[in-house]
């Protein structure tokens, strides 16, 4: 939690700078590229996350098998960037005057973020978080320097290298130093004979079509509101879509001690639930509550157009984010009992549908689309919530008193 309100807080600062010396167009097509990239890196990833997860600490040649992963990802990225500048005059709102430099940066920046959040998984798996820490902390400080160095060359070309080069130093610096304090005796070596087949095919698949619905909407509606509803509404879209999301991803964190904790302690799943979701849902009123009372104070910071077409949008970002935090919670259970088509089926209901409404929202406006927003994942948390509730009561109906016939036969 503390690696994401940092690397949030200091990201508000780089947006900022990004807003005083780009027109809202260019911070709209910088978004749209950025958004690309992210996207890309997800696809990359394969759900080797959670191969990493389950058999980090127990592979006996840990360094050939995150060696193994690193190299998959990348002859991916390059695959996938590849098809991504052919195709550019399709998918980015305006035809770079320079498509090699945009091209480039477009493979570095997916390549560095793919590398980056499979780093970041590793030391979630071997409970080195201060180095995730370390990371978030100085890839946000570097960007927001290097975006004050980089004004002279431009809006959109500023905010792209500073983001991006920012991302490639922190991400080579926590390989080349930060992989060799967290896995014992770490060599770079790459051996395929001890891949775990099994666990990539039935865990690692699943949860990465997971985490591409978990993801959809941070990857899909900038591009989709630029398209629909120009740069100049894509950006103050952008921007409070950051904004709001932040709330969701501080809270959030929660999710990720929670599956981890839940996979090496699967009998404390019971007490555990209720503790999350209670923790989950508390910080994201707080926090919600807080950042709308500042909001108008720090809204105008960002420029007249994004506080009077914004405010009320981030209000309602901020609502909605109460039951989403609660559904991410929840699809979590479902994740440590290795239940994926429940997994799928909710995050489909939940981002899916949420990216469906605000597409064909959009015509009627920002506020009409945050309320579609609410509504959807009001319903799709009411619903997953009664779900995990039925099958909690169901499994202690019929597995509790089997347990106790078996314990005590003559009873």
Same mark, same amino acid.
Not at 12 to 40: E, K, N, Q, Y
Not at 288 to 297: C, D, E, K, Q, Y
């Given at each position: ?74 002859? =991916? ?28 940066? $477009?493979?570095? =920046? ?9 780093? +970041? ?57 930060? $992989? ?128 009077? $077409? ?6 309602? $970002? ?83 008193? +089997? ?9």
């Amino acid at each position: 939690m503390a690696m994401r309100i940092i690397g949030t807080g200091l990201g508000f600062f780089f947006w900022l700078a990004a807003t005083r010396l780009a027109v809202p167009d260019a911070v709209g097509h910088a978004s749209v590229l950025i958004s690309a990239a992210m996207f890309m890196a997800n696809i990359a990833q394969m759900g080797l996350g959670y191969v990493v997860l389950r058999q980090l600490r127990h592979h006996p040649n840990p360094s050939a098998l995150i060696n193994l992963i690193l190299v998959l990802i990348a002859g =991916l990225t390059v695959v996938l960037v590849s098809i991504a500048v052919g195709t550019m005059t399709v998918w980015f709102p305006q035809e770079p005057t320079n498509r090699v430099l945009v091209g480039g940066i $477009l493979l570095l =920046l997916t390549m560095s973020l793919a590398l980056a959040q499979i780093v +970041n998984w590793i030391f979630l798996a071997q409970q080195r978080l201060r180095f995730s820490l370390y990371k978030q902390v100085g890839q946000a400080s570097l960007a927001l320097v290097l975006i004050l160095l980089l004004r002279p060359l431009g809006g959109f070309v500023a905010i792209m290298l500073a983001y991006t080069l920012a991302v490639i130093v922190v991400t080579l610096v926590s390989i080349g130093m930060g $992989l060799p304090k967290v896995i014992p005796h770490y060599q770079r070596t790459l051996v395929w004979a001890q891949w775990p087949h099994h666990t990539f095919r039935k865990d690692a698949l699943p949860n990465y079509l997971a985490d591409q619905l978990q993801r959809l909407p941070d990857m899909l509606l900038p591009l989709i509101v630029v398209h629909q509803a120009g740069a100049q509404l894509g950006a103050v879209f952008f921007i409070m879509w950051s904004l709001g999301s932040s709330i969701s991803s501080w809270t959030s964190s929660t999710a990720d001690a929670f599956l981890r904790e839940g996979i090496y302690h699967p009998e404390q799943l019971v007490t555990l639930l209720p503790r999350v979701l209670m923790t989950g849902v508390g910080l994201t009123v707080g926090f919600g509550s807080l950042f709308a009372l500042v909001s108008p104070i720090l809204l105008p910071w960002y420029g007249q157009t994004y506080a009077a $077409l914004g405010q009320p949008f981030l209000l309602l $970002l901020l609502i909605g984010n109460i039951p989403w935090v609660g559904t991410t919670l929840l699809i979590t259970l479902l994740r440590i009992q290795q239940r994926p088509m429940a997994v799928l089926l909710g995050l489909l209901l939940s981002n899916g549908l949420g990216v469906v409404g605000i597409s064909l929202l959009l015509p009627y406006g920002l506020t009409v689309t945050g309320w579609g927003w609410i509504l959807v994942q009001s319903i799709v948390g009411l619903a997953l919530g009664c779900f995990v509730w039925f099958t909690i009561r169901y499994r202690r109906h019929h597995v509790l008193p +089997n347990l106790a016939h078996e314990t005590h036969p003559d009873g």
